[in-house]
């Protein structure tokens, strides 16, 4: 047994783990742990849900001086989405750590607050590349004081195009860092970053999504012209709670979007088109159950963490069979079985070879439902409020829950997720509760304040 409380960690890391209820270490933290707590560099090969966060959160926070008031630990990801998870992740690590400060600095949003918080330098920041650098530039971010650095999804940042910002950022920190390295596939372009950054690396790989047991796949042979009706039939035939399609570009995503809510679907596009505000939204309404089907783009889905997603749909078989396995990987977490459908048209059949090679086996073809098996679309559960107040009105969940459950009568089993934002709160009801609640919270008062509520969908 891999226990974490094998590790030389401190008291407040192990009561933090123990809080969550981690026990034992997945694959990758049981490689990783131990030569980084070790102060050794890292490069890790690590599929999404493979609890990487964990690994090098544990290890920055352990490295961490609460009394010196610096920089100590830099994360960096591709994506905002991203950065925000693996902040909560790490806040959620450090709870009984006294006094650490860590703040997020993402692009996407106005520079001016970031500017401000930054006049009491944080421990830990976890942003992207290139917020990151304007930041330094301005002069309100130093990495002189850096004694850990993390690159995390570094493949998606260089499809990006970020690896110059990368590689300026590391050359503006201390020659004696440590630098660990996380990465769904380890091509060329990051091995030359690792040897030309990194002291010695301990490389690793885990492997956790190639024929997975609990991720059920299934290929479909579709005509290109009648993928929509193909989708259709397996979404009203199996009708999975949740479902994350996977399209190539940021058109196909908008229009299948489109076209799924004409049918009468509940459906939201996620690409890198949309304003902060908005993704933000979609993202929460996917993750809370008030939209039932997320059509996203590779880069927009990247840091997607969803705790129980049914459903994976390929709309198009990717280019790359690691891309691949990071989709299909986005299912059957934690025991929990999952679905994962690739439709392939003839143009695409190349591809499968690849595929095939790299999961190790052959792939399972099947046949798309009967037509007319089931016709009704697939509706949202629950139905998402927006609360014009966040943590800078020092608003919690339990303050949003106990407004719900007391003055506005809402019975308890019928509030969802509660998610709170820097200015805005986000709170899931069920859908035939939505309306009541809304104009109790409304009428009401929360934590003795009334602030503006409205329906997001």
Known sequence: MNAFSTLPLAAELLSALDALDY????????????????????????????????????????????????????????????????????????????????????????????????????????????????????????LADVRV????????????????????????????????????????????????????????????????PEIEQQFFEVEAARRFDALVRLLTCFRPESTLV??????????LADGLVQRGFSAQAL???????????V???????SCAILVATDVAARGLDIDDLPAVVNWEASTDPDVHLHRIGRTGRAGRKGLAWTLVAAAEMPRMAAIEARVGGPLRWSSLPPAGTSTAPLTASMSTLCIDAGRQDKLRPGDVLGALTGDAG???????????FATRAYVAIRRDQAATALKRLRSGKIKGRSFRVRAVD
């Open 283 to 289: 993202l929460m309404r996917f993750a809370n159950r």
């Open 23 to 142: 026990v034992e270490m997945t694959p990758v933290q049981a490689l990783s742990l131990p030569p980084i707590l070790e102060n050794r560099d890292v490069m890790a090969q690590a599929p999404t849900g493979s609890g990487k966060t964990a690994a090098f959160g544990l290890g920055l926070l352990a490295r961490l001086d609460p009394a010196r008031i610096a920089v100590q630990a830099l994360v960096l990801c591709p994506t905002r989405e991203l950065a925000d998870q693996v902040s909560k992740e790490i806040r959620r690590l450090a709870r009984f750590v006294p006094n650490v400060k860590l703040l997020t600095l993402c692009g996407g949003i106005p520079l001016r607050p970031q500017l401000a918080s930054l006049g009491h330098p944080p421990h830990v920041v976890v942003g992207t590349p290139g917020r990151i650098q304007e930041l330094i530039d301005q002069g309100a971010l130093s």
């Open 246 to 255: 996977f399209c190539n570009t940021r058109r196909d995503a908008r229009d």
């Open 149 to 212: 650095l993390v690159l995390d999804e570094v493949d998606r940042m260089l499809d990006m195009g970020f690896q110059d910002a990368i590689t300026s950022l590391l050359r503006q920190s201390p020659k004696s860092r440590q630098t660990l390295l996380f990465s769904a596939t380890i091509p060329d372009a990051i091995r030359a970053i690792s040897r030309s950054l990194q002291r010695d690396p301990v490389e690793l790989a885990t492997d956790a999504d190639v024929g997975s």
């Open 410 to 420: 809402i019975a308890a089993d019928a509030v969802g997720k509660i998610g709170i």
């Open 271 to 281: 690409h890198g088109d949309l304003e902060q505000r908005d993704r933000d939204e």
